[in-house]
């Protein structure tokens, strides 16, 4: 998931890219005058409308998604809302120094490179339902997936984290 300059939510993923700290707390009327436009009236009634939805049609998502933050709070009464800075822990396994490419390792690496599971899929030549079920461990690519996987995984840096001295 990745947020494109021009989107009418870019400014609030650029300001929250300058934050430091795991927290932030805006007023709706902040984010107003950072976008230079008025939220939906859904914005105000409906907290789900601030959910982290990894969905193309949630563009607001987007914005504090692609900037590293999930919604920690929305106060509906006093119109705030609380990022919290994300890092999404998998349980990643390697064997003789290679991934084993299972669910937390698959969901990772589509995670690293902000795609969705359709767009995932469609990279890797499959189906949405295929890579959905190896995030859910339903089963385990075969070799050759494996195999390209790792090839993805070295083109996109994706941060393998050491094997472990015995």
Not at 119 to 136: D, H, P
Not at 147 to 152: G, Q, V, Y
Request: contains cysteine; proline residues 4%.
């Amino acid at each position: 998931m990745s947020i494109k300059p021009g989107s009418k939510y870019y400014p609030l993923f650029e300001h929250l890219q300058t934050c430091n700290g795991d927290e932030t707390t805006l007023t709706f009327e902040k984010i107003e005058a950072l976008l230079h436009n008025s939220l939906p009236a859904s914005a105000f009634k409906k907290k789900n409308w601030w959910s982290n939805r990894d969905s193309d049609s949630a563009l607001q998502a987007k914005a504090w998604v692609s900037a590293g933050y999930h919604i920690k709070t929305v106060d509906l009464t006093q119109k705030t809302v609380t990022f919290h800075k994300f890092q999404a822990q998998y349980n990643i396994q390697k064997k003789d120094n290679t991934v084993v490419w299972q669910q937390g390792a698959i969901k990772a690496l589509r995670k690293h490179m902000s795609l969705t599971q359709a767009k995932f899929a469609q990279e890797l030549g499959v189906r949405r339902q295929t890579v959905s079920e190896w995030e859910n461990g339903v089963y385990d690519p075969d070799r050759s997936t494996t195999k390209f996987l790792e090839l993805i995984a070295k083109q996109t840096e994706f941060p393998v984290p050491p094997t472990k001295q015995q």
